[in-house]
């Protein structure tokens, strides 16, 4: 390797860092491992197709970490003139390129290595540059070209294994806070005197966005993404490329070519309520390299975010809203229609009531969701039903035309509850009976005595019923009898029952719960006297219905009992 140029003599004790502008550029860096996205924004500029980053630890202690592309490389004059002067850049003027101060490589000092590696190789020429911590440096070129084009900068410094894998830890934290969205591949592997080698690991992902719903927009190099804030702090763990805060809340993030120059939870005031992603060439960054600048291109991007916004959210929720409301009717995870329906009802970008779809345990006039408009119609007397499946009850309500909501988790119940007022739900299973008859009750003799002598009993102490018989019930149970109209299938409402002179008259069946354990004994005993066996169960059931009986119904009574011996 012959010497091309030595700015420094080799012999010579190094010397300690220096202060002047160099160290303060290296100091303006909030995160000192920000020196990646400096490199790694050089390949791209650089036309790499590919980058991969890798720690290394050596048996010495000596660690390594490597930055390595496939771009176009570096000539002599780029290194002598924009790479090694401050405050050059190759890249002015050039709208293309992310980079503009030409002082983003000094960032490599800010983990203070003790000497920095750039190997570079164009088409024609090839270098090695060593760059110290005082500042000065070597260049030097290499007996044999390499083959390949490319460059590669290794940082190296002393560090034990446990401060290596801190290092090695914050450097893939960083790339992945600072180019994650990266348009090539970038790779991140680690290794170390132990042999431990860890699996190459993919940095760079697709620009998603944390949130119950989102519209996109391109035009030209430029890409938004946007959705609401409401709803997002119910959806699941982020996904890859989601990565936009983990309290749900507002969220902006502007990038230039993929890499981040800022994301904020304090986001313009214009885009309150909403979480958004640009990416665009005509954004910059801010010298400190923590901030995008807030000049006229940057306005113009808000204002597309927000018309982006106002143009397309509404409708796009409302849409996503049923296809999910389908899905869930259908028996899938409800997790993400939670977040839609709590980004339905609040917010800037709310849905009106009869476009916010819900999903239903069982199909009414052939559709299985219903409008939130329309639900509340039905609803307004006997209140919303909801139920967590289709069951028996659910669908007896929904052949009479009464939908019933599907509501199967506690995320769901609170969100439902927010949107349709929580004293307008009622459980279908805790409010109703379904009352079918036992198909078995009118085959023994002994059931239809023992219902005749129960509905003679209960006429004769004023009980205008039209019938008893014995019913298999589903949902609020519990009773011993129910009162409801019906023939074959009947629904009672448990709800606050009515005085038993209201509810036992006219047309009303009183349905005997054949689970119940006093009626299983009262049939049980009407096999050999169910006159007896009837009698009894009446006077228990009056008895419940409104306390001790006057004497004169208790004649009436047992008038019935001696009218039914004979």
């Not at 348009?183 to 119950?212: H, Y």
């Not at 009414?364 to 609803?379: E, K, N, R």
């Not at 009947?490 to 119940?516: E, F, H, M, S, V």
């Not at 228990?540 to 004979?566: F, I, T």
Request: aromatic share 6%; hydrophobic share 40%; glycine share 8%.
């Amino acid at each position: 390797m012959s010497v091309y140029r030595q700015s420094r003599d080799k012999s010579a004790t190094p010397k300690a860092p220096q202060e002047g502008p160099v160290a303060e550029m290296v100091r303006q860096f909030a995160d000192p491992y920000a020196f990646l996205r400096e490199l790694v924004q050089n390949a791209i500029d650089a036309g790499a197709s590919a980058i991969d980053v890798r720690a290394e630890l050596g048996t010495d202690n000596e660690a390594s970490f490597t930055v390595s592309d496939n771009g176009s490389g570096m000539d002599r004059a780029t290194i002598e003139g924009p790479l090694l002067t401050l405050f050059r850049s190759s890249k002015e003027g050039d709208d293309s390129k992310i980079g503009r101060y030409g002082v983003g490589f000094v960032s490599v000092f800010a983990i203070q290595p003790e000497v920095v590696i750039v190997t570079t190789s164009t088409a024609s020429e090839s270098w090695v540059l060593r760059l110290f911590p005082d500042h000065s440096y070597e260049l030097e070129q290499p007996s044999e070209r390499s083959a390949s084009q490319g460059t590669s900068v290794r940082l190296v410094k002393r560090a034990p294994l446990t401060e290596f894998n801190r290092h090695a830890a914050a450097c893939e934290a960083s790339l992945r806070r600072w180019c994650r969205h990266a348009p090539i591949p970038i790779r991140f592997s680690t290794a170390d005197w132990q042999g431990k080698e860890s699996a190459s690991v993919r940095i760079d992902r697709p620009m998603g966005l944390r949130a119950a719903v989102s519209v996109t927009h391109s035009e030209g190099a430029e890409h938004f993404i946007v959705g609401p804030t409401a709803g997002s702090i119910l959806l699941a763990p982020a996904q890859p490329g989601e990565e936009d805060g983990t309290d749900g809340g507002d969220f902006a993030g502007f990038y230039n070519r993929g890499l981040m120059l800022m994301e904020t939870d304090q986001v313009p005031r214009p885009l309150r309520g909403l979480r958004c992603k640009v990416l665009s060439p005509n954004l910059q960054h801010t010298i400190s390299r923590d901030d995008v600048r807030r000049n006229d291109a940057f306005d113009r991007v808000v204002d597309q975010v927000l018309s982006l916004a106002r143009a397309r959210l509404r409708g796009e929720l409302a849409l996503r809203l049923k296809e999910q409301a389908l899905l869930v009717a259908s028996g899938a995870q409800d997790t993400h229609y939670v977040a839609l329906i709590a980004a339905a009802w609040t917010g800037e970008y709310k849905v009106d009531a009869d476009e916010i779809t819900l999903a239903l345990t069982d199909a009414v006039d052939g559709s299985t969701v219903a409008s939130v408009s329309s639900i509340l119609w039905a609803g307004r007397d006997l209140g919303v039903l909801v139920a967590p499946s289709s069951c028996a009850l659910s669908a007896a309500f929904a052949s009479r035309g009464h939908p019933v909501v599907r509501c199967e988790s506690d995320a769901l119940t609170s969100g439902l509850a927010a949107l349709l007022h929580p004293a307008a739900m009622v459980s279908v299973s805790g409010a109703f009976v379904l009352l079918q008859e036992d198909g078995t009750a009118g085959a023994v003799p002994s059931d239809r005595d023992f219902c005749d002598a129960t509905h003679r009993a209960l006429r004769a102490a004023g009980a205008s019923l039209e019938r008893v018989t014995i019913a298999r019930c589903e949902g609020a149970t519990g009773a011993i009898a129910f009162a409801a109209d019906g023939q074959g299938v009947g629904i009672c409402d448990c709800r606050a029952p009515k005085p038993w002179w209201k509810r036992w008259r006219g047309r009303t069946t009183l349905w005997l719960d054949a689970d119940n354990p006093i009626v299983r004994e009262a049939r049980s005993r009407a096999t050999f006297d169910p006159s007896t066996a009837g009698i009894l169960l009446a006077r228990l059931l009056l008895l419940h219905a409104r306390g001790v009986m006057d004497p004169r119904a208790h004649d009436r009574l047992l008038a019935a009992w001696h009218k039914g011996d004979s």
